[in-house]
């Protein structure tokens, strides 16, 4: 498997792409709730509140990305990583 890596604060995902691939029902899996950003503030309630605070600031979007066609993973996840390596062997 092929993969290029973007600097997300250089040339972070569009909101097009933020409203394809998050979802609605687990918008904190998206994002990056550590950051200090979210020292003293709320949590975002919605996806909209979500992608508004990501284009703000693109790091609160969690890290890395991986797309591999249409399949697109939010974060570090080594078993997410190796399914979709066994589907792109196959």
Do not use: C, Q, W
């Not at 097009?16 to 904190?28: S, T």
């Not at 990305?65 to 190796?82: C, M, N, P, W």
């Amino acid at each position: 498997m092929n993969v290029d890596g973007i600097d997300i604060n250089r040339e972070p995902p569009t909101r097009a792409f933020l409203e394809r691939h998050v979802d609605a029902e687990r918008v904190l899996d998206f994002v990056s709730t550590r950051s200090p950003v979210f020292k003293g503030r709320p949590l975002p309630a919605s996806k909209k509140e979500a992608i508004d605070l990501m284009m703000e600031n693109p790091n609160l979007i969690r890290r890395p990305i991986l797309v591999a066609g249409s399949r697109v993973i939010f974060g570090f996840d080594k078993d997410a990583y190796r399914r979709l390596g066994r589907r792109t062997e196959g």
